[in-house]
């Protein structure tokens, strides 16, 4: 360095009173990461940013920065960052430059080569170009992103936040605050390509066949500024599932899926109650747990042998040096599954021999807990450490197995994370459930005060009167003429996004649906007889000709066959049950039981307007024999819209059902239709029932008539049932053939659009 | 007439899975139109070929189809040199000369097409052919057999409730592993082993009934991925061509079923 130079930086750093920021140990630091001549570059660059008027704390974060990036890519890499600073600083001024200084440490943590760290730096350059307002707030998560995105992804994912927000700096920076939904979604999509969605089914499917077990799942979603879910978990009937597996792409993530969910219905089919705390300690309650892991994979292995393979694709362990305790639990996993496995480790050695020993025993849980209670106390006299806070339990396919172990109310360290996870994952499904906000806003109990603000034209609570029905009384054995009065009430439309969100989600049912009415339309063709033209000779008419012709008749010139595609000549008429029952939620879940028949219409709507099957939607419910009410979604002549939509996801549940009148409107509706075959569709949790009626056995044979009476006209009655109380009641009335339940309602969307086709084709 | 050509010569291997066979005996005593109901391939056609020669009768099957007229039951009339013959359907062959008559899959058949039975299930055991103007009398060796497959669900297509309620019914299901292991091996000549493979295959997908599938392997499918597995095909490729693929065409659940066939190998 030649004196001069330095004399010059000298003078320049007195001149500017700023040297005091650049503390004495980084001035080492510098200087021994980069050359002389590289030393007097990077000075010539901060002569550059000083002269630009940097605040004081962002001289020391650069200069601390270009020390990290030197130290980690070489001093190339310690040089570049003054040039993308000036290039950050032009387009989105001081803050963000000065943001950048600091958040360069994160990515000297996350990116592993010196062209990912060139690569970030020109991203940060493009996105100060497209983004300026956002560079700040990126940087503070830039710890968290770079930890799921290399630096090929991060570039992308930039890049998607600009194009999706375009020209709206509000809303770019929602998306880089990871305020916005998709900016979490779209990295976790870019760390891997598979997200748990597309696998469900399937892999839902697969323990379905292997032990008929069918366990809700959920799905454990990112929620930013908290740890991405890295394991599974169950707690009973339901399973929880991290959205993606970082790291995991392509087929390899597929099957990643199917061996965790594999694994957890081995839990399911061999494992017992929940194991106590007792006075265990942390190591031996994440060695119980692991023997109890290899306890029911090797009794699924029995029944199943193909499952090795699968298990064992993620069993990557190998011998070596034992350091910490989570190492050597990752070998002895292996080792209790991998009878190829070798590993002379005394403590694994003694393990295998344990449980392989107990054979005769495994399927008694008592022993994971004996062997895993043994272990840990080995452990523990070794000294080996074992840090419960930072366990994860391997391999990755594995579930947290915080459901083997009773429910404490101050989890232990290890359990935290997996608490933390399951109860996130419920904050998510709260804030997913569909229910629109404005039903308990404008539902009938609790009006709203301001009653003249309201949008509808026509006031809620004023139907009017569309027809009278009679009703049948069993007790009489006759029917009471003109008994109930129909009303018609305005549906109320929810707001546009209430709408569309009804379809949302379900993309993948939507694939399915259009592809099955693509195949059922294209349904097969059928001989039509006795026409003029064709592709075959008629040999009934030719026949019936010959014989005219012998008789001194005048024949009937039609002699061919000709193929015609079967047409559908359907109509129907939906009926959904509004009640104040369908209100209910379903099981466990958030969800209620309108909110899943609203989205099961909708998709049953998109498989008829496929079809093009002529339909009708109409909510039903009723405040006595002179209130039944009809709230019209779609009439046979509109057009399935956004409209028809937004009427649909308006439908609040209130008041009780009285079915049978329902019935006899729905069958008068569709009595005019000119379709050969004529249908009522009702969508229904339970069995009729009103205020005015006492006796429940009334309405139900009501109900039971009108379906006969609609029978009788040709009209076909199907009823799918949402809830399995009243099954038997609701059997009467639709008959054995005119009833399916649903066993899991929630499941009702995906499946209502495949049953309606299977009943109707 | 003679209707050898429908006899059937060779006891037919069937494995009895419950009172079947007796219960058929009665009824065939008192000449009861009996309807067996059961998936397809569990063994109905099998059961129906084994006591028609059981009984000594001859047996005349048909495979009931949605395009399938009276006419093609009943009979028509049909040119030759001399004008115009008469042709007894297939179902009138029986009734004339004391047949058993198989309608395999009725539901198939459209219900204009079907109420031609209807006579033939009670007392009157006649069967007008109107275009011939004749009231056939059925033969004392008459009687009708009806297949009936109650997990095809459509409010369309369904027996009447009338005509169901004249036949008697005898319940098949999948035999249990013991048995399907039994009629695997005899049927496809493979080992125990190998029988006892397919049967807990099959046994999976039967899980997925209800639940993606409308309805698991049969035991003709285990037994067609059998005869594949003799001729030296790989379980899981002989599986996936014999059950998968028919099975369904929904990829899921393909895929699940055939990672279940993995699991099991
Ligand atoms: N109880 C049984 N005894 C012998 N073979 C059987 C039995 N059940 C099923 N099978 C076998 O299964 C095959 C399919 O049965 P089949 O009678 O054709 O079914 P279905 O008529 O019910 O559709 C038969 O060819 C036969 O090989
Ligand atoms: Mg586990």
Known sequence: MSDGKHGHLQDLLAEANRASVIDAATWAALKRVFSQREFGQWTDGLARLLARKIGYSAILDFARASVQAARRYGPAAGLRLEASARAVQDKAGERAAAAMFAATAHACRHLAEAEDFAAWLATMEELAEGAPESVAVLCDHLGYVLQRLDAREFHSWVHAGIRGAGRD????????????????????????????????????????????????MRTLAVTPGRPAPRRSAFDGAVLWVPEAYAGRHGSDAVLHYKAAI????????????????????PIQIALV????????????????????????????????KALAAELLMLRLSRALVDPDYLDDDPWITKARAMFFDSRDNWTDPEISRTIGGLLGNDLGQMRIQFNAKTYVVEPSYRDDNSGLWEIDDEPPPAESEAADVMLNAAQIEQKESDEPKSRH???????????????????????????????????????????????????????????????????????KIRNLVKSAKISRPQWRSRQMQGERLDLDACIRTAIDIERGGSPDPRHYQTRVLKNRDLSVFVLLDISESTRDRIGRTNRTIISVARTATALLAEAMAGLG??????????????????????????SFDASALQRLAGLRGHLSTRLGAALRQAGAELSPQRTHRRLVLVISDGEPSDIDVADSDYLTEDARHAVRSLAHQGIDVLCIGLQSEDDAAMRRVFGRRGFVLIDRAEALAEKLPFIYLRMTT | MDLTHYRIAEEPFYKPLHNEVPMFEAAYASRMPVMLKGPTGCGKTRFIEYMAWRLGRPLITIACHEDMTASDLVGRYLLDADGTVWHDGPLTLAVRYGAICYLDEVVEARQDTTVVIHPLTDERRTLPLEKRNELVAAHPDFQLVISYNPGYQSVIKDLKESTKQRFIALDFSYPNAVEESQIIQSEAGVSGEIADLLVKIGARSRNLKGHGLDEGASTRM????????????????????????????????????????????
């Open chain 2, 222 to 265: 285990l037994i067609q991925a059998g005869r594949l597995i003799g001729h030296d095909m790989p379980v899981n490729e002989a599986c996936q061509a014999a059950l998968v693929v028919p099975i369904t065409d929904d990829p899921d659940m393909r895929d699940a079923l055939s990672e279940s066939i993995n699991a099991c190998v």
């Open chain 1, 262 to 281: 594999a694994h957890i219905g081995a839990h399911a089919a061999y494992g017992g109650g929940r194991f106590p705390r007792g006075k265990l300690k």
């Open chain 1, 441 to 511: 806003e404008t539902s009938p109990e609790a009006p709203p005060a301001n009653v003249a603000s309201r949008a509808s034209p026509l006031p809620e609570d004023e139907g009017f009167p569309i027809a009278r029905h009679p009703e049948w009384d069993y007790r009489h054995g006759g029917l009471r003429p003109e008994w109930t009065t129909l009303n018609e009430y305005n549906a109320r439309p929810a707001p546009a996004a209430a709408g569309s969100a009804l379809l949302q989600r379900h993309e993948a049912a939507l694939v």
């Open chain 1, 613 to 638: 099957d002529p339909f009708a939607i109409c909510g039903f419910c009723s405040d006595g024999k002179d209130d039944v009410r009809f709230y019209r979604v779609k009439d046979f002549v509109e």
């Open chain 1, 169 to 216: 700096p509000a809303a770019r920076l929602e998306y880089f605050d990871l305020k916005d939904q998709s900016a979490i979604r779209a990295f976790e999509q870019a760390s891997s390509d598979v997200l748990f969605s597309a696998v469900q089914a399937r892999a839902a499917a697969l323990v379905g066949a292997l032990w008929r077990f069918h366990p809700i």
């Open chain 1, 289 to 320: 747990s692991l023997i109890e892991d290899a306890r029911v994979e090797n009794l699924a292995i029995a029944d199943y042998p193909g499952l090795r393979r699968l298990w064992l694709r993620y069993h990557t362990a190998q011998p070596g």
